[in-house]
């Protein structure tokens, strides 16, 4: 039987597809390679805690609005707790102490409102829904009353339920540490502590740290997916560090449920999506598990919270 030729419809040769430069074959095969990471966090909450002075560059506060975009738009739940950024601190250390109250506090909570309202439009913008909380909507969060030296309080009431609905909407919060004590009057949160409480009470199968890049050169001695014990031990022998606070939210975390932290610098461009949706990561990752498990279970081991210990 005679075969046919095929032509193009106009009777011409078919144009030849232009060869991949090597970058455009890098870029499709990351993209290729982060489908597992992809397909293990569908639908899974993921509580990032946004701190630190890196996040004072507009750029940078762009470029981690693409980031929670993204991984929005791939099925991901994320929930954002954020800082306040240098501008949170304008008076020097010397004058707090002289610094009344109230005048303090109105000022953490504009600059903290400031910024959670740019975060909700950057990533708003890119298609996810955006939406800021504090401690007041849904009395969700009440403080004590009682401060540390930087005016810190504790978090004695967190209720989720505000949270979950938000979620379930489609909603992305994005939440700011700010909350009423008994009597009615605004504290400041530790945004390192909140993220903890957020993701234990969400069943989060991560958390994420996005702080200072100094910060964690603090934490350089421990290399590769760590496991709880390794944390605990650093923490042991590294009580004042200025990595502690948030060393000690993250082993809170990984005590109730949370399947693993990671540390990242959130100074370093796209370092969230490469943290989590690539083999090679850019931070800390440590694990309720051992290093070797994690590695053997991955997939599992993110897909399902309730199946690890």
Known sequence: MTQLAVKHPLDQAMPKA???T?????????LASSLPFVQSLQQQTVVIVYAGSANAAPCARQTFAQEVALLALTGVRPVVVHGGAPQFRPFPPSSRALLPERVAMHVARAALADI???????????????????????????ASSQADANRICPIVKLDVTLFKLLQNNGMLPIVMPIAPDAKGEDRQLSSELLGALLAQQLRAVTLI???????????????????RAELESWLAQHPQSAAAPAVGAALDALGHGVQSVHFVDAGEP???????????GCGLAVCRRSG??????????????????
Not at 118 to 128: A, D, K, R
């Open 18 to 20: 232009p060869a991949l």
């Open 22 to 30: 090597p970058m455009q074959a890098d870029q499709a095969s990351l």
């Open 116 to 142: 959670n309202l740019e975060l909700v439009q950057l990533i708003s913008q890119h298609g996810p829904k955006a939406v800021g909380v504090k401690g007041q909507d849904g009395d969700c969060l009440t």
């Open 209 to 227: 740290w996005m702080g200072e890049g100094a910060i964690l050169q603090e934490l350089t001695g421990l290399r590769g997916p760590r496991s």
């Open 270 to 280: 796209y370092a969230l999506i490469s943290e989590l949706l690539t083999d090679e």
């Open 292 to 309: 070797a498990q994690m590695l053997a279970d991955s997939t599992r081991y993110l897909h399902d919270c309730n199946c690890a210990l």
